[in-house]
C-alpha cells in the first residue's frame, strides 16, 4: 500500500504543473512598471517647491 507521502509527492507536482499552465510560471525578473512612483518626492518638493506642485 503507498503511503500518503508518496501519493502526495506526484500530486504537489500536478498542481503546480498546472498552476503553471493556468497563470504562468513564476517571474522573478525585476518589473519596473510595478513600482513606479506615485507622485513627487521630497527631493524633488525640496528643489521646486509647492509652488510648481499646485501649478499643475
Excluded: F, I
Aim: charge should be positive.
Amino acid at each position: 500500500m503507498l503511503s500518503l507521502h508518496a501519493l502526495a509527492k506526484p500530486l504537489l507536482a500536478c498542481l503546480v504543473r498546472v498552476r503553471e499552465l493556468l497563470l504562468g510560471a513564476p517571474d522573478d525578473r525585476y518589473q519596473p512598471e510595478r513600482h513606479y512612483m506615485r507622485g513627487p518626492g521630497p527631493k524633488w518638493r525640496e528643489k521646486y517647491g509647492r509652488v510648481a506642485e499646485t501649478a499643475r
